[in-house]
């Protein structure tokens, strides 16, 4: 493999993986604070649609990003409501919202199928961009990779260096504990969500805008599913969840090369398509042979829903 084709496998695993560490760093947080979401999937679905259709109406990926930030954010609210307020089943719950969330995104996309939007320039960080080899791979990128490095380290101060992020923590090991000094669970897990769902449809607007530029339906082809995994393979730890969605964006590019290299006349191209989930699959079993590392980081009330009344 020359030095060029390294670059640019290593350049598009870090764009790759962007839209996982997005979505994933929001669910962390969702989960941090007790609440387990299941539909990463329907909300990315919607972030991409929405945020493809405000990009192509307003000829700006900015206002696709908004409009993706926003349609997840609203599309938590209301699982915040079902789960945390009225007490509905948050796997049931979760289940639903993906299954309807990839619906409607197939139904409100249907006109838009068959547009594209223009490619966003990478951004060229001045000098470093020169730098040999580093500087293709590391500052020579889309907008939306060094966004996810700010998140990244946005996340890990907030939850391991300010008291927020310390209550954050709190109502997910024991929210009772939280009620009884005076803290509003049902305030910390509304949030919780809410942040969840909005970088949920942000990480999809990403994949619909920058990574794909266009709009089909089956477009987030189960990633939030694999960002759900990524939390759990991350132990919900932050800096997990970025080398892990580098490892699963890898396998991913790792794929489109393969089926492009020719290797795609002996090995089924549904095979290699598979790659992916195969390998997140792999991983989840390698990690559910230790429960004892999943017992000790999850967060203790994780699914459980809170009474302020018992």
């Not at 999809?204 to 189960?222: K, N, Q, R």
Request: proline share 5%; with cysteine.
């Amino acid at each position: 493999m020359d030095s060029n084709l390294a670059q640019e496998i290593l350049s598009a695993t870090l764009l790759a993986g962007t839209p996982l560490i997005i979505a994933a760093l929001g669910l962390l947080i969702n989960e941090r604070a007790g609440v387990l979401n299941l539909g990463a999937e329907g909300m990315m679905s919607l972030g991409a649609v929405y945020g493809f259709i405000a990009a192509f109406s307003f000829s700006s990926p900015v206002h696709g990003l908004l409009a993706g930030l926003v349609v997840g954010g609203i599309t938590a609210v209301g699982f915040a409501f079902l789960t945390i307020t009225l007490q509905a089943n948050q796997v049931a719950s979760g289940l639903a919202l993906a299954i309807f969330g990839v619906g409607l995104a197939g139904f409100a996309g249907k006109p838009y199928e068959s547009r594209s939007l223009p490619a966003v320039a990478d951004w060229h960080i001045p000098f470093l961009a020169d730098l040999p080899w580093v500087g293709v791979v590391l500052f020579q990128q889309q907008p939306m990779v060094y966004l996810s490095w700010v998140l990244f380290g946005l996340v890990w101060w907030f939850l391991y260096r300010s008291r927020s992020g310390l209550l954050l923590r709190a109502v997910g090991e024991d929210p009772g504990a939280a009620h009884v000094i005076g803290r509003s669970v049902y305030g910390v897990r509304y949030l919780a969500v809410i942040f969840g769902g909005a970088l949920c449809g942000l990480g999809g607007a990403c994949l619909s805008i920058f990574y794909a530029p266009m709009w089909v339906e089956g477009l987030i082809a189960g990633r939030g599913w694999i960002a759900l995994a990524l939390v759990v393979f991350a132990t919900w730890r932050p800096f997990r969840v970025l080398l892990g969605a580098y490892l699963f964006g890898g396998v991913l590019i790792a794929q489109l090369f393969l089926q492009g290299s020719g290797i795609k006349v002996t090995v089924p191209a549904q095979l290699l398509s598979a790659l992916p989930y195969l390998a997140t699959i792999v991983v989840l079993v390698l990690i559910s042979r230790d429960p004892r590392l999943i017992r000790q980081h999850s967060p203790a009330s994780l699914g459980r829903p809170f009474r302020a009344d018992e």
